[in-house]
């Protein structure tokens, strides 16, 4: 099976700008989470989509959203960037069941001027 | 509320030592899940092995092993004869087994493993 799939993998974006991430997840897999990685916070879970509803949220302000379609490929949407959105945004799949595990794609490489 | 620490910032030894990752875990739940992931450079998190709350028993894979202690709240990674390829940061998580929240990971700050020749 082809893995997780992220375009596009770098990105550079001003201040005040607004960007789209997506995600393709392994086929046969309903649930797509997303996660932001910065050197200072580490790892943050941003949201879970399942069979295309928001099953879970982080805490993030709400400039940052998502969607998930039939086919189960999401998006992640970022508003009005700032600086302290540059990170590493990276998606992850499984079939949706508590303790699956979850497959990680290569990430989106997100700068922010 | 749930929390993964990993104290051990960063670990460097010297290839075919034996080294171990050290991952501590809160949480009120009776039934919750734990991850150990492995990020090389190229930065794609890698699934090494999940632990349900209900299984202590010790798992090995090869020259990896897992010490899951639920009285110590403890998750541990040991590498056996480590090897330069295993250098790479290695994280701990947890999950919850509701199914609203079974898929949100909480992550430790991740153990930056360096295995010098």
């Known amino acids: 099976k082809a893995g997780v799939t992220q375009t596009p993998r770098y990105l550079i974006k001003t201040r005040g700008q607004q960007v789209t991430l997506s995600c393709s997840p392994i086929s046969g897999h309903r649930s797509v989470s997303w996660y932001q990685q910065t050197p200072g916070q580490g790892l943050q879970f941003l949201f879970e989509y399942f069979s295309e509803t928001q099953r879970n949220k982080g805490n993030f302000p709400g400039r940052f959203s998502g969607r998930q379609f039939s086919n189960s490929r999401s998006e992640m949407n970022v508003s009005t960037l700032e600086l302290g959105d540059s990170a590493l945004y990276l998606c992850a799949s499984s079939y949706g069941l508590a303790g699956n595990e979850q497959f990680f794609g290569p990430g989106t490489r997100l700068t922010v001027l | 509320a749930q929390k993964v620490t990993q104290a051990q910032t960063e670990i460097s030894v010297v290839e075919k030592e034996d080294v171990t990752l050290d991952c501590v875990y809160e949480t009120r739940d009776t039934t919750y899940y734990l991850f150990w992931y492995k990020q090389p450079p190229s930065g794609e998190l890698v699934f090494l092995i999940r632990?349900?709350?209900?299984?202590?028993q010790n798992e090995i894979s090869g020259r990896y092993s897992w010490n899951f202690q639920k009285s110590t709240s403890s998750f541990n990674f040991t590498i056996t004869a480590s090897q330069v390829v295993d250098s790479a940061v290695y994280f701990c998580a947890l999950s919850e087994a509701k199914s609203q929240g079974a898929q949100k990971l909480v992550f430790g700050q991740g153990t930056r493993l360096t295995i010098n020749p």
């Open positions: 632990r349900n709350s209900f299984d202590e």
